[in-house]
C-alpha cells in the first residue's frame, strides 16, 4: 500500500515525544520544538479531523532545570522530586500552546498496573475515549514521582506502545531526533541511510542487535524497535520521524518519504 493511503486511513494516533526533542543542548525545555510540535498536532486535528493522543517524556529533565541541578541525581526520591517539578512545568506549556489553538489538554499519569490490573485498564482506556470525545487532547506520562520499580514501566517508548493498543490506535508516531532507523551506525558508516520502510522486523533486530550500544542512530533505537514490534504484532504501525525537522509529521501525513514506517504484522483488533 502507499504510504499517502496508510496515512490517510489513520483516525487515531498516539505521538510519542522524547526528552531529547524537548530540550536543547543546555537542558532547557525547547519552546520552539515543541510549539512547532503543538502546531503540527493541531494541522492533525483541525485539518484531518484525527484523534490525537501525546505521550511525553521531559519531566526530570524540566525539573532538573528549575530546580538548578546540572547533572541528573542518583537517588530515586531526587529523581522523583524532580518529575514532580518538572511535570507541572511540562504541562504549562502543553496546555498554553495548545489553548492558544483553542484546544484543551487533559493529563494523565500512568503506571505499569494501569495496563496490567483489568480494572485499572478499563478505567484509562474510558478516560481517554471520553477526553476525546471532548475534543482534548490526552498528554500522558508516566507517574515518575510515584512509580517505584515494581510499577514502572520505566521507558516512554514502551509507554507508548501500551498507550497506544489500550487506545486502540491505528499508528504510533515516536517522534525522536534522529531521521529514522539507520542501515548501519551514521557515526561510524559514511554510506549509512535512512531505512524508510520496515515489512521484517527480524531482520532489523538484528541490525540493531549488532549495533554499538552507544550508537548514534541505532543505539538509542532498541527501545523503539521494541515498541514498533509491540504495536505492530497488535496490528498497529509505528513510524519514527525526527522532531526537530520542519514539518515532519505534516510532510509523513502527505505521504512524504522520511522517517521510518513499520508495516503491521497482525490485523488489528478492534474494540474501541
Ligand atoms: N517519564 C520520564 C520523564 O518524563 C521519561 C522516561 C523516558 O523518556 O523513557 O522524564
Known sequence: MKREKIFKGVKRVVIKIGTNVLTSANNRLDLSIIEHLVEQVCYLIKEKGIKVIIV???????????????????????????ASVGQSRLMRVYDRLFREEGINVGQILLTRDAFTISERRKNARETINTLLALNVVPIINENDSVAVEEIKVGDNDILSAYVAELSSADMLIIITDVDGLSSGDPKQKSNSEV????????????????????????????????????????????????????????????GGKIGTLFLPTQKKQHKR
Open 195 to 254: 531505512i524508510h520502510m520496515v515489512d521484517n522486523l527480524p531482520e532489523v533486530e538484528k541490525l540493531v542487535k549488532n549495533s554499538s550500544p552507544s550508537g548514534y542512530g541505532t543505539g538509542g533505537m532498541k527501545s523503539k524497535i521494541s515498541a514498533a514490534k509491540y504495536v505492530t504484532d497488535r496490528g498497529i504501525y509505528c513510524v519514527i520521524l525526527n522532531g526537530k525537522k520542519m514539518w515532519s509529521i505534516k510532510k509523513a501525513f502527505k
Open 56 to 82: 511525553t517524556s521531559g519531566a526530570i529533565g524540566a525539573g532538573m532545570q528549575i530546580l538548578g541541578w546540572k547533572k541528573r541525581p542518583m537517588e530515586i526520591s531526587k529523581l522523583q522530586a524532580a
